[in-house]
């Protein structure tokens, strides 16, 4: 297992009792298990004042704790993709679903559609329940979207891999590879397309596909031989070779509790699905996942260098994420009405304390997290809030920018 | 440490033997020095010691070899990592992560080191290789020495006691490679490592040796001390050409060695002319010989320039905000080898792209006879300028050299068998029906150069085409470019080969910052600074002799010394 900690070492686990902590990045572990706790938060409701504070949140905890690197600048992406999906609901709404509501807005040429079409609308009258209920539900999608966005920018998607529990470490290793190895591609499509004009041949048609993706691939080739022969020589698999049973037991058990893992979820999620679909299903399927990684992670002797630690910040984060969640849960139990606001008849959406407090939540760790580290260090001066734009400030760079100086030094402190 | 007992290695079954029965005994801490024309299986012989051969290579291997006492037959190449470290040619093929300081832990993390001795050893590493500021930059950032310094900071992180390197400056520019090398030195004299290092840049490493490997190409492989060696190996650094030259006994090693030894020789060339760098065609040669008795330093008697072919003027390439080629101008002339110079990044290959049309330009003209072939198309433009980029194998695609040759044809719409009688000019003997990719480096270069010839451009240039190429087989190729340059065609030549240049080119113009910082003739350029003096001009300086052709060719004349054999006649093909 990656994170092999040192009792004998005092004080490890408590090393940022000073205040303000810090600079150093978060395990992404906390970051992605506060963003579902917000994502499952917002699943459980369509009051659009709810989830406009959840994206408020998600947005407000974003730009103050994402660092520069290229994948920090990734959470515009999602939110266009959020507004995307409440466009589309509200547009099929119109194109689809008319007809239900009294509170008609407007209404549309109908067009006439055959028998076999019988039940289906096109157009017709635009009802104000029909294109609230479209936004509401499209708003709830696109808040759990934005919260994945929020967890996406946050944390480091390699070192997410890296923090992979043992027996997941070659599906980890080759996502690594897969992900280092795409740019050399582009890279090696660009050069021969541009060596085939020395050849006075153009960039099109099936002639020039032959031309461009046989010397790509037999760089390709060539490449990932000479990687393998790399990875091996430098000891990549040494003890894979434990023996095939125990492969096949860790394989099996991480699959079939996986399974229980995601049928269990749906049950939690699904307010409608038989009881014993849900949580019974989910700690049973996650349990059999874990007896298979431990199962798994026992063969492997490898050690993770400088492993990311759950301190305080962690545990606060996925606190803070876990606490949204579960308060939300239990509003569903005693007072559903806030969640769901009335479409028929129409009525304002209200908000009750506990929701309000549930999501407030998710805002602490904007404040009572450490900063992540900047790789360009603010100008001597600039006040630490300041510090905080730069990272989107540098957003229009050219893109080879970020590369080039993107991993900074982790400025943890060396213990 | 390594042993190699009757150890015999093919390819196929019925194919020629890579290795016959090796025998070898390298104790601990030697550096071994392993020389030899390209495919006469150096690195067969580097792969062999750690087992990738032949377990991701194929082949039938006989015999045993072992590394402190462990066999690679029964344990595969991820066993070996504690033992033996491994650094090839390109070090971006073989990084596993992206940043400098995962690179160099990751060789520990799959040995299970605790975290606490891995934080240590990287930043142990990091200060022995001299990159402790590049810790947390990613990898493909770096310059190529850098990279270099960190793939052997990554194997070295895991202690191991033999390390093999596979021509590791083969991708580098000098001062780049002199880092790597001098790194790779300061380890052997503080670690105790045992090196084993194939290296083309052999004046380098050569007298720091304890043992030389010489891989004649017939799969024996001679061992002995550089010393033992030298006098009858068929790759030879300059400076040991000209100890045979000059029938010195034993041979200097390195410039140091001969420059103590050549106070006689200087005496005797004081007052002679030096004749054409360059392998001369013994037939016909009309050579100039001693020369008048006048030592005009620098003189070139070279042929008088041709007419004007090319004349660009502020050229400028950028990428972005950064500036690649700044406002240059550049002539040449017909009959002209032009060496273009400096170091990676410094914009060579930019302003080549520039030149022939094909890459970007911001803005500037060129003229040719034919009009800009930036403003032609790409087909009209290769028919003024011709261009053998870097990676020569991009242009190949096709199943043979054949076809090879008659799409060439087709593409410059000449008549059949233009390209492939090119070819046989340039590199007789290929066969037509074998794969473009089989053949070796400089068969390849040879052929894209044929296949860019087919379009009759006058101006040839030529990106990077050295490298890869053993003694031998650049002292074919600069013969290939002097002809060029005879036929009336101008040639540049983007390279970092110092000898090479000192031995082919006309006039040499060196590049930094995307700007040419000096423009002048061969001699005048590259004796004025000591980073690009070739060997010989370093011993013999102040003279301005460059190869050791030259010498040997006065002495020749002078009849004083034996001109011993001439070292690369010997050279097997």
């Known amino acids: 297992m990656s994170g092999d900690r040192n009792p004998a070492r005092p004080g490890r686990g408590w090393p940022e009792l000073t205040w303000p902590p810090l600079a150093r990045p978060l395990h992404p572990g906390a970051w992605w298990l506060w963003a579902l706790g917000l994502a499952v938060a917002a699943s459980r409701t369509t009051n659009p004042l709810l989830l406009a504070m959840i994206l408020a949140v998600a947005a407000y905890v974003v730009v103050r704790r994402r660092g520069d690197a290229p994948w920090a600048l990734s959470f515009r992406m999602y939110l266009a993709l959020g507004a995307f999906i409440i466009v589309m609901r509200v547009a099929f709404r119109v194109v689809f679903g008319g007809g239900q509501g009294d509170t008609v807005l407007f209404t549309l040429p109908e067009i006439p559609l055959p028998e076999a079409a019988a039940g289906i609308r096109l157009f017709g009258e635009v009802a104000a329940e029909q294109l609230l209920g479209g936004f509401y539900d499209g708003l709830r999608l696109a808040t759990m979207v934005v919260c994945v966005g929020a967890a996406n920018s946050l944390a480091d998607p390699k070192r997410m891999l890296k923090a992979l529990p043992g027996a997941l470490y070659e599906v980890g290793a080759s996502v690594v590879v897969a992900l280092t190895v795409a740019p050399q591609l582009v890279e090696s499509v660009r050069r021969v397309r541009r060596a085939r004009r020395l050849r006075g041949a153009g960039g099109k048609g099936r002639r020039a596909l032959r031309g461009i993706i046989i010397p790509v691939l037999e760089d390709a080739l060539n490449r990932s031989l000479a990687l393998a022969a790399a990875m091996a020589s430098r000891g990549y698999g040494r003890t894979g070779g434990a023996d095939p049973r125990t492969r096949l037991i860790t394989g099996v058990l991480v699959i079939v509790g996986l399974v229980g893992v995601c049928g269990g979820l749906y049950g939690v999620l699904d307010a409608a699905a038989p009881a014993l679909l849900g949580a019974p299903l989910l700690l049973g399927g996650g349990a059999v996942a874990l007896a298979g990684l431990l199962v798994g992670g026992r063969r492997v002797r490898r050690t993770g260098y400088r492993p990311d630690r759950w301190r305080p910040a962690e545990l606060l984060t996925a606190g803070a994420g876990v606490t949204t969640a579960a308060l939300m849960f239990l509003t569903a139990g005693v007072d559903p009405d806030n969640l769901y606001p009335s479409l028929s008849p129409l009525s304002w959406p209200e908000l009750s304390l506990v929701p309000v407090l549930a999501v407030l939540a998710g805002v602490l760790p904007a404040f009572l997290t450490p900063e992540p580290p900047r790789s360009a260090a603010p100008p001597a001066g600039v006040p630490r809030a300041g510090g905080v734009e730069s990272g989107t400030g540098a957003a229009p760079a050219a893109p080879s920018a970020p590369a080039a100086n993107g991993a900074e030094p982790r400025k943890e402190p060396v213990p | ?573």
């Not at chain 2, 016909?284 to 070139?300: E, F, H, I, V």
């Not at chain 2, 034996?562 to 070292?567: D, M, R, S």
Request: hydrophobic share 40%; proline share 7%.
């Open chain 2, 1 to 573: 440490m390594i042993t190699f007992e009757d150890v015999s290695f093919r390819y196929e079954e019925d194919g020629p033997a890579a290795l016959a029965g090796v025998d070898l005994h390298i104790p601990e801490g030697e550096l071994c020095l392993v020389a030899g024309h390209t495919g006469t299986g150096k690195s067969t012989l580097l792969g062999a010691v750690n087992g990738l051969v032949p377990r991701f290579t194929g082949g039938h291997l006989r015999g045993r070899v072992t590394v402190a006492g462990h066999g690679t037959e029964s344990r595969p190449p991820q066993e070996f990592a504690h033992l033996v470290g491994r650094v090839g040619q390109d070090p971006l093929a073989g990084f596993v992560t992206d940043n400098v300081e995962e690179e160099l832990a990751y060789g520990m993390e799959q040995l299970a080191v605790r975290p606490e001795v891995m934080r240590k050893r990287v930043e142990e590493t990091l200060d022995l290789l001299g990159i402790a500021d590049l810790r947390g930059r990613a990898l493909r950032s770096l310059s190529g020495g850098q990279q270099q310094r960190v793939a052997i900071g990554s194997v070295l992180t895991t202690h191991p006691s033999v390390l093999v390197l596979d021509e590791p400056t083969s991708a580098l520019d000098p001062t780049a490679a002199e880092d790597v090398l001098s790194a790779v030195l300061r380890l052997v004299h503080d670690l105790g490592v045992t090196v084993l290092i194939a290296e083309h840049r052999m004046e380098r490493v050569l007298q720091y040796a304890d043992r030389l490997l010489h891989l004649p190409g017939d799969g024996s492989v001679r061992d002995g001390t550089p010393a033992e060696l030298m006098p009858d190996c068929a790759v030879a650094p300059p400076v040991v050409q000209l100890g045979r030259a000059a029938g010195w006994s034993p041979l200097p090693l390195s410039v140091r060695d001969a420059r103590r030894r050549a106070a006689g020789l200087r005496q005797q060339l004081a007052d002679r002319t030096p004749g054409p760098p360059h392998p001369v065609d013994t037939d016909t040669d009309t050579d100039t010989g001693p020369g008048a008795g006048t030592a005009d330093a620098g003189g070139s008697q070279r042929t008088p320039l041709g007419e004007p072919l090319l004349t660009a003027r502020s050229i400028t390439v950028t990428y972005g905000s950064t500036v690649a080629v700044r406002r240059v101008d550049l002539r040449l002339a017909a009959g002209e080898v032009v060496a273009l110079m400096g170091r990676n990044g410094s914009g060579k290959s930019s302003l080549l792209w520039a030149v022939q049309g094909s890459g970007p330009r911001r803005s500037g003209t060129v003229e040719s006879a034919g009009g800009d072939p930036g403003d032609l198309p790409a087909a009209e433009a290769r028919a003024l300028v011709g261009l053998v980029p870097q990676t020569a194998a991009d242009l190949l695609y096709l199943q043979t050299v054949d076809e090879e040759c008659a799409q060439a044809d087709a593409e410059s719409a000449v008549a059949k068998g233009s390209c492939r009688a090119l070819l046989d000019e340039l590199a007789p003997g290929i066969d037509g029906a074998s794969h473009p990719r089989d053949l070796s480096e400089g068969q390849q270069l040879a052929l894209v150069l044929a296949i860019q010839l087919t379009a009759a451009p006058r101006v040839m240039l030529l990106d990077e085409p050295t490298r890869g190429l053993d003694y031998a087989a650049k002292r074919r190729f600069g013969a290939i470019v002097r002809r060029l340059a005879a036929d009336g065609r101008s040639v540049v030549i983007a390279t970092h080969d110092v000898e090479f240049v000192a031995a082919v080119a006309d006039r040499v113009v060196v590049m930094a910052d995307g700007e040419i910082v000096a423009d002048g003739a061969t001699p005048d350029v590259v004796c004025s600074s000591p980073a690009f003096a070739p060997q010989v001009a370093k011993v013999l300086s102040p003279l301005p002799w460059l190869t050791p052709d030259q010498v040997a060719r006065a002495l020749a004349h002078a009849g004083a010394e034996p001109a011993a054999a001439l070292p690369y006649e010997g050279a097997p093909r």
